[in-house]
Protein backbone atom coordinates (compact mmCIF):
# COMPACT_ATOMS: atom_id res chain seq x y z
CA UNK A 1 0.00 0.00 0.00
CA UNK A 2 0.97 3.81 -0.68
CA UNK A 3 2.53 5.38 1.94
CA UNK A 4 0.05 8.42 2.32
CA UNK A 5 -2.00 9.12 5.87
CA UNK A 6 -4.38 11.91 6.97
CA UNK A 7 -4.77 13.48 9.82
CA UNK A 8 -7.51 14.19 11.86
CA UNK A 9 -9.46 10.99 11.15
CA UNK A 10 -12.43 12.29 12.84
CA UNK A 11 -12.90 16.10 13.40
CA UNK A 12 -16.22 17.72 15.23
CA UNK A 13 -15.84 21.75 14.91
CA UNK A 14 -18.34 24.84 14.91
CA UNK A 15 -19.49 26.91 12.14
CA UNK A 16 -16.80 29.41 11.15
CA UNK A 17 -14.12 28.12 13.19
CA UNK A 18 -10.74 27.68 11.13
CA UNK A 19 -9.87 24.08 9.97
CA UNK A 20 -6.59 22.65 8.45
CA UNK A 21 -6.28 18.66 7.38
CA UNK A 22 -2.95 17.28 6.63
CA UNK A 23 -1.76 15.13 4.03
CA UNK A 24 1.36 13.24 4.45
CA UNK A 25 3.13 10.86 1.86
CA UNK A 26 6.29 8.66 2.18
CA UNK A 27 6.03 7.95 -1.62
CA UNK A 28 7.54 11.33 -2.76
CA UNK A 29 5.40 11.39 -5.23
CA UNK A 30 4.56 14.64 -7.63
CA UNK A 31 1.15 14.74 -7.64
CA UNK A 32 -1.24 15.60 -4.28
CA UNK A 33 -5.27 15.85 -4.33
CA UNK A 34 -7.79 16.81 -2.40
CA UNK A 35 -11.38 15.78 -2.55
CA UNK A 36 -14.52 15.63 -0.83
CA UNK A 37 -17.27 12.96 -1.31
CA UNK A 38 -20.80 13.24 -0.33
CA UNK A 39 -23.71 10.92 -0.74
CA UNK A 40 -24.77 11.08 -4.25
CA UNK A 41 -21.88 13.27 -5.25
CA UNK A 42 -18.70 10.96 -5.84
CA UNK A 43 -15.47 12.27 -5.49
CA UNK A 44 -15.24 15.90 -6.52
CA UNK A 45 -11.42 17.53 -6.71
CA UNK A 46 -11.27 20.84 -4.29
CA UNK A 47 -7.38 21.60 -5.00
CA UNK A 48 -4.47 19.99 -6.27
CA UNK A 49 -0.57 20.57 -6.40
CA UNK A 50 1.54 19.47 -9.13
CA UNK A 51 5.01 20.17 -7.45
CA UNK A 52 6.22 22.06 -4.00
CA UNK A 53 4.15 25.18 -3.67
CA UNK A 54 2.70 24.70 -7.02
CA UNK A 55 -1.13 24.15 -6.72
CA UNK A 56 -4.46 24.68 -8.58
CA UNK A 57 -7.79 24.79 -7.95
CA UNK A 58 -10.54 22.05 -8.67
CA UNK A 59 -14.18 22.21 -9.30
CA UNK A 60 -15.64 22.90 -6.21
CA UNK A 61 -12.67 25.10 -4.36
CA UNK A 62 -14.49 27.98 -2.64
CA UNK A 63 -14.13 28.26 0.75
CA UNK A 64 -11.00 26.17 0.89
CA UNK A 65 -7.01 27.45 0.78
CA UNK A 66 -4.01 24.61 0.16
CA UNK A 67 -0.70 24.77 0.55
CA UNK A 68 2.31 22.45 -0.24
CA UNK A 69 5.98 23.74 1.25
CA UNK A 70 7.44 20.23 1.13
CA UNK A 71 6.57 17.53 -1.25
CA UNK A 72 5.62 15.07 1.41
CA UNK A 73 2.75 17.36 2.83
CA UNK A 74 -0.36 19.03 1.61
CA UNK A 75 -2.40 20.72 3.61
CA UNK A 76 -6.02 21.94 3.61
CA UNK A 77 -7.63 24.70 5.44
CA UNK A 78 -11.10 25.66 5.78
CA UNK A 79 -11.10 29.36 6.28
CA UNK A 80 -14.32 29.88 8.44
CA UNK A 81 -16.19 26.38 8.30
CA UNK A 82 -19.85 26.07 7.11
CA UNK A 83 -22.03 23.54 8.00
CA UNK A 84 -22.49 22.68 3.87
CA UNK A 85 -18.67 21.35 4.02
CA UNK A 86 -19.44 18.64 6.48
CA UNK A 87 -18.17 15.25 4.04
CA UNK A 88 -15.53 13.02 4.26
CA UNK A 89 -12.24 14.80 2.95
CA UNK A 90 -9.72 12.40 0.76
CA UNK A 91 -6.12 13.08 -0.28
CA UNK A 92 -4.46 11.31 -3.19
CA UNK A 93 -1.54 11.30 -4.56
CA UNK A 94 -0.07 10.16 -7.40
CA UNK A 95 3.57 10.10 -9.53
CA UNK A 96 2.52 11.09 -12.64
CA UNK A 97 4.56 10.61 -15.60
CA UNK A 98 3.60 6.89 -16.94
CA UNK A 99 2.58 6.25 -13.34
CA UNK A 100 -1.37 8.40 -13.68
CA UNK A 101 -3.67 5.86 -11.18
CA UNK A 102 -4.17 7.73 -7.74
CA UNK A 103 -3.29 6.19 -4.24
CA UNK A 104 -5.74 7.75 -1.61
CA UNK A 105 -5.41 8.55 2.11
CA UNK A 106 -7.98 6.68 4.65
CA UNK A 107 -10.31 9.85 4.80
CA UNK A 108 -10.89 12.48 7.03
CA UNK A 109 -14.47 12.43 8.26
CA UNK A 110 -15.54 16.39 8.91
CA UNK A 111 -18.68 17.33 11.41
CA UNK A 112 -19.44 21.42 11.20
CA UNK A 113 -22.48 22.13 13.66
CA UNK B 1 -16.12 20.63 -18.89
CA UNK B 2 -16.36 17.02 -18.11
CA UNK B 3 -19.95 14.83 -17.89
CA UNK B 4 -19.51 10.97 -16.84
CA UNK B 5 -22.45 9.25 -16.15
CA UNK B 6 -23.01 5.97 -15.27
CA UNK B 7 -25.87 3.71 -13.26
CA UNK B 8 -26.32 4.83 -9.92
CA UNK B 9 -27.31 0.97 -8.28
CA UNK B 10 -26.83 -2.45 -9.68
CA UNK B 11 -27.47 -6.03 -8.74
CA UNK B 12 -26.12 -9.23 -9.59
CA UNK B 13 -25.94 -12.71 -8.05
CA UNK B 14 -23.05 -14.76 -6.49
CA UNK B 15 -20.96 -16.36 -9.55
CA UNK B 16 -22.57 -14.61 -12.03
CA UNK B 17 -21.18 -11.61 -14.74
CA UNK B 18 -21.64 -7.82 -14.45
CA UNK B 19 -21.13 -4.89 -16.73
CA UNK B 20 -20.87 -1.59 -15.49
CA UNK B 21 -21.14 1.09 -18.06
CA UNK B 22 -19.70 4.79 -18.03
CA UNK B 23 -19.93 7.04 -20.51
CA UNK B 24 -18.21 10.33 -20.70
CA UNK B 25 -17.84 13.77 -22.43
CA UNK B 26 -14.93 16.01 -21.81
CA UNK B 27 -11.80 17.64 -23.45
CA UNK B 28 -7.99 17.32 -23.19
CA UNK B 29 -9.26 12.88 -22.68
CA UNK B 30 -5.70 11.06 -21.41
CA UNK B 31 -7.46 8.03 -20.20
CA UNK B 32 -9.91 6.67 -18.10
CA UNK B 33 -9.60 5.06 -14.52
CA UNK B 34 -11.72 2.48 -12.41
CA UNK B 35 -11.55 2.17 -9.02
CA UNK B 36 -13.40 0.24 -6.55
CA UNK B 37 -14.75 1.53 -2.74
CA UNK B 38 -15.82 -0.52 -0.11
CA UNK B 39 -18.29 1.11 2.21
CA UNK B 40 -16.80 3.55 4.38
CA UNK B 41 -12.86 2.70 2.66
CA UNK B 42 -11.01 4.51 0.89
CA UNK B 43 -11.26 4.13 -3.13
CA UNK B 44 -8.28 1.82 -4.65
CA UNK B 45 -7.21 1.33 -8.10
CA UNK B 46 -8.57 -1.43 -10.40
CA UNK B 47 -7.60 -0.04 -13.90
CA UNK B 48 -6.52 2.63 -16.15
CA UNK B 49 -7.71 2.10 -20.17
CA UNK B 50 -5.88 4.40 -22.70
CA UNK B 51 -5.85 3.15 -26.03
CA UNK B 52 -8.83 1.28 -27.49
CA UNK B 53 -9.94 -2.06 -26.76
CA UNK B 54 -9.85 -4.46 -23.68
CA UNK B 55 -7.71 -4.79 -20.65
CA UNK B 56 -7.90 -8.53 -19.19
CA UNK B 57 -6.90 -8.44 -15.15
CA UNK B 58 -8.00 -11.65 -13.04
CA UNK B 59 -11.76 -11.61 -12.87
CA UNK B 60 -11.66 -7.82 -14.49
CA UNK B 61 -11.47 -6.42 -17.66
CA UNK B 62 -12.17 -3.23 -18.31
CA UNK B 63 -12.94 -1.49 -22.45
CA UNK B 64 -12.66 1.51 -23.22
CA UNK B 65 -14.04 3.33 -27.03
CA UNK B 66 -12.52 7.10 -27.08
CA UNK B 67 -14.50 7.38 -30.37
CA UNK B 68 -18.02 6.77 -29.06
CA UNK B 69 -16.76 8.30 -25.15
CA UNK B 70 -17.63 5.05 -23.56
CA UNK B 71 -15.95 2.31 -21.07
CA UNK B 72 -17.32 -0.42 -19.48
CA UNK B 73 -16.17 -2.74 -16.49
CA UNK B 74 -16.69 -6.52 -16.47
CA UNK B 75 -16.47 -8.55 -13.24
CA UNK B 76 -16.77 -12.32 -13.86
CA UNK B 77 -17.53 -15.25 -11.13
CA UNK B 78 -18.91 -12.64 -8.84
CA UNK B 79 -17.92 -12.87 -4.78
CA UNK B 80 -19.70 -11.53 -2.24
CA UNK B 81 -16.49 -9.57 -1.56
CA UNK B 82 -17.62 -7.71 -4.51
CA UNK B 83 -20.55 -5.51 -3.46
CA UNK B 84 -19.05 -1.92 -3.43
CA UNK B 85 -19.11 1.05 -5.20
CA UNK B 86 -17.64 1.39 -8.55
CA UNK B 87 -16.12 4.82 -9.62
CA UNK B 88 -15.38 5.43 -13.28
CA UNK B 89 -12.83 8.72 -13.59
CA UNK B 90 -11.27 10.66 -16.52
CA UNK B 91 -8.05 11.42 -16.45
CA UNK B 92 -7.18 14.70 -18.39
CA UNK B 93 -4.25 15.98 -19.92
CA UNK B 94 -4.30 19.13 -17.04
CA UNK B 95 -3.19 16.16 -14.63
CA UNK B 96 -6.82 15.57 -13.03
CA UNK B 97 -9.70 13.51 -12.73
CA UNK B 98 -13.11 13.71 -12.85
CA UNK B 99 -15.19 11.27 -10.99
CA UNK B 100 -18.63 9.85 -11.67
CA UNK B 101 -20.97 9.35 -9.39
CA UNK B 102 -20.71 5.79 -8.96
CA UNK B 103 -22.43 2.52 -9.24
CA UNK B 104 -22.67 0.94 -6.33
CA UNK B 105 -22.85 -3.11 -6.59
CA UNK B 106 -24.93 -5.06 -4.62
CA UNK B 107 -24.28 -9.18 -4.88
CA UNK B 108 -26.53 -10.92 -3.57
CA UNK B 109 -26.28 -15.17 -2.30
Known amino acids: DAGITQSPRHKVTETGTPVTLRCHQT?????MYWYRQDPGHGLRLIHYSYGVKDTDKGEVSDGYSVSRSKTEDFLLTLESATSSQTSVYFC????????????FGPGTRLTVT | GQNIDQPTEMTATEGAIVQINCTYQTSGFNGLFWYQQHAGEAPTFLSY????GLEEKGRFSSFLSRSKGYSYLLLKELQMKDSASYLCAVYTNAGKSTFGDGTTLTVKP
Open chain 2, 49 to 52: NVLD
Open chain 1, 92 to 103: AISGGGSSYEQY
Open chain 1, 27 to 31: ENHRY
